[in-house]
């Protein structure tokens, strides 16, 4: 039964889903990895497709950018399609020098100043979690890859442009906080998860370094983020 931003039915939707930011990232790992990949939802242009890695049954589908956007489309997985599991495979940019372009972070904690959590739970909390044992599988998979992850906690913030009289406040939180990068939707996705009682992860590869100021392009960003697509792929086999 489709939902007001999903068009598939029942049954067309893996209990995995791994969840990029861009639809045409979906759709490139629907391409690239996935055999026998079924487009599912194109709703908004918010691609959606079933395949088969490795002889599992894995779903990709985009988020869009922020906390509203991923919490909107976790909800109707997790309610609706019955879905057990979302990882969230996104961009990130860096709060470390020491920290280069296409590295791998596996988040721990996402903190947050949003007002999400308490808006939709009456959750007051501003650190909210991923799933240990989707975290255990992502790490596993990493090590059988050979791919070295950086952890940490990351920033999900409601901001992409700050204005420049607030980056004193901005350099605070990263320093009491020991953020590792800022990204835009961890923080709903595991509230959603942990509302609802479902797993949620996410796995992150840096597009800039917020210290040093380099970047990858847009076209990068779709295409050449692969260690985190695979490390997520390869965890799925541990289910």
Known sequence: MATPHISANNGDIAK??????????AKFIADNFLEDAVLFNK???MFGYTGFYNGKRVSVMGS????????LYAHELYSFYGVEEIVRIGSTGAFSADINLFDTILVTKAYSDSSY???????????QYPDKSLNLKL???????????????IWSSDVFYYED????????????????????ESFGLFAT???????????????????THVETTSEDRQKKLVDMMKIA???????
């Open 233 to 239: 792929l390869e965890a799925t086999k541990y289910d």
């Open 193 to 211: 998860a942990k509302a609802l009682g479902k797993k949620a992860a996410c796995i992150l590869t840096v597009s800039d370094n917020i210290v």
């Open 43 to 45: 709703v908004r242009n």
């Open 16 to 25: 995995i889903v791994l969840m990029p930011g861009d639809p045409l990232r």
């Open 117 to 127: 959590a308490y808006c939709k739970f009456h959750d007051t909390d501003h650190f």
């Open 64 to 71: 869009g950018m922020g906390i509203p956007s991923i919490s």
């Open 139 to 153: 790490r596993e998979a990493a090590a059988n890859l050979g791919i070295k992850v950086i952890e940490g906690t």
């Open 165 to 184: 009289n607030v980056l004193e406040d901005v350099a605070k939180t990263v320093k009491e906080y020991d953020l590792v990068a800022a990204e835009m």
